[in-house]
Nanobody
Framework: QLQASGGGLVQAGGSLSLSCVASGRTFTIYSMGWFRQAPGKEREFVAAIRRSGSKTSYADSVKGRFTISRDNAKNTVYLQMNSLKPEETAVYYC????????????????WGQGTLVTVSS
C-alpha cells in the first residue's frame, strides 16, 4: 500500500514537498516513481528512483527544479518541487514496482491514491 501526502495550494514560484509511505511490503525491492495527472490530460511521468537510490530520472520539464529521493529506513519516497508553475497543477501519484524502473505508468504495479497540488498564478 502506498500513501501519498504533502499536496496543497502554493503560489507560482513556490515549493512543496511530497511524501509517499509504503507499507506491507519490503520497500527496498521496489523502484519508485512519481507521476501527475492534470484534469483532462493523461498521466505523465515526473521522476523515478531506483531501489537503492543510486539512479534517478526526471521528465525534461522538471529537471533542475524537482528532486526525488528515498529513505529506505522509513519506507518513504519524497518529491521536492521548487519553482512550481501553474501548469503543474495536478494530482500527483506515487508508484512502485519490483521489476520495472522507468517512465511508463502502465509498467508500475502499485499506486498510491494521489495528492492534489494546486499552483496559483
Amino acid at each position: 500500500q502506498l500513501q501519498a501526502s504533502g499536496g496543497g495550494l502554493v503560489q507560482a514560484g513556490g515549493s512543496l514537498s511530497l511524501s509517499c509511505v509504503a507499507s506491507g511490503r519490503t520497500f527496498t525491492i521496489y523502484s519508485m516513481g512519481w507521476f501527475r495527472q492534470a484534469p483532462g490530460k493523461e498521466r505523465e511521468f515526473v521522476a523515478a528512483i531506483r531501489r537503492s537510490g543510486s539512479k534517478t530520472s526526471y521528465a525534461d520539464s522538471v529537471k533542475g527544479r524537482f528532486t526525488i529521493s528515498r529513505d529506505n529506513a522509513k519506507n518513504t519516497v519524497y518529491l521536492q518541487m521548487n519553482s512550481l508553475k501553474p501548469e503543474e497543477t495536478a494530482v500527483y501519484y506515487c508508484a512502485a514496482d519490483s521489476r520495472y524502473y522507468g517512465v511508463v505508468a502502465g509498467s508500475y504495479g502499485y499506486w498510491g491514491q494521489g495528492t492534489l497540488v494546486t499552483v496559483s498564478s
